[in-house]
């Protein structure tokens, strides 16, 4: 199964929005589909991740993998979350080596979440 990139569609960035304008996570969210998708990601766009204060915010997950939230993202940031959503993808175990990620996702990670375990394990 592939790799999910969750875009909050109603960030604001911390910045009020002019009536009649979109916020910024909603346009992020449509650059991001507009640019499409690398192999092994999907793009969905999701009502707040609870990053208010450092929006624009995506996450990062896939199965069995290490999950990530990434803030302060904006449209320049496009074709750099598309990489880094790439290399993810390509990833075993969702860990990316230091290194060849993106700058804006080793600079800008709000948190990182360990896999999920399987539901036998999770009694332990």
């Known amino acids: 199964m592939g790799a999910t990139l ?14 009649g304008e979109l916020p910024p996570g909603l346009r992020l969210y449509a650059a991001l589909k507009r640019a499409g998708a690398p ?24 199965p069995g993998a290490w999950s990530y939230v ?26 990316v080596p230091w290194r060849d990620r993106p700058t804006v996702f080793r600079k800008q990670s709000i948190a990182r979440i360990p896999p999920h375990p399987p539901h036998e394990e999770a009694a332990e």
């Open 6 to 19: 969750y875009v909050c569609t109603t960030c604001k960035a911390g910045l009020p929005v002019p009536e």
């Open 39 to 62: 192999d092994g990601v999907r793009i969905v766009g999701v009502e707040c991740l609870s990053a208010c204060n450092t929006g624009c915010a995506v996450s990062l997950t896939k």
């Open 70 to 95: 990434y803030g302060r993202l904006t449209l320049d940031d496009v074709p750099a979350i598309l990489e880094g959503a790439g290399k993810y993808a390509a990833s075993a175990d969702g860990i």
